[in-house]
């Protein structure tokens, strides 16, 4: 299983570090995407790590320069580590991703977490 957490509230400007831990033994995470979706909007993906592709990392246009995403295989976690907050970016952020459960495998299950809620007020 995937906790997201690290959201709350947050004047513009500002930062916020959230976290994706997963439980267990796990011996890899090929993939970790970091999703949002605001009230009436559409969820969207904001960041994700390629670890399997050499880690290269992709970005929503309107938060590149401010949010880097990483992931901690040794600790089972992912953070997304968001800067120069903007009132746009309240919304509810889910982690997602892919877990390698068994040794010396490359399948790998697909998990969510709950989602973690960041307001940014003006």
């Given amino acids: 299983q995937l ?6 509230l947050v004047q513009a400007g ?7 831990a997963a439980s267990g033994t796990i011996y890899g995470i090929p993939f970790m995407g970091w999703y949002r979706q605001a009230p009436g909007k559409q969820r969207e993906l904001v960041a994700s790590i390629n670890n ?15 949010f880097t ?8 976690t992912g953070y997304l580590e968001m800067t120069s907050l903007k009132p746009e970016d309240t ?3 889910f982690c997602n991703a892919h877990l390698v459960v068994l040794p010396g495998s490359k399948s790998f299950v697909n998990y969510w977490g709950q989602g973690t809620l960041v307001t940014v007020s003006s």
Avoid: W
Avoid at 3 to 8: H, K, M, R, T
Avoid at 14 to 20: A, D, E, F, K, N
């Fill in 52 to 66: 399997s592709g050499g880690g290269s990392t992709n970005y929503l246009n309107s938060v590149k320069g401010r």
């Fill in 14 to 20: 500002g930062s916020l570090r959230l976290s994706c």
């Fill in 91 to 93: 919304a509810r952020y």
């Fill in 3 to 8: 906790q997201a957490s690290g959201g709350g």
């Fill in 69 to 76: 995403i990483s992931t901690d295989v040794a600790n089972n």
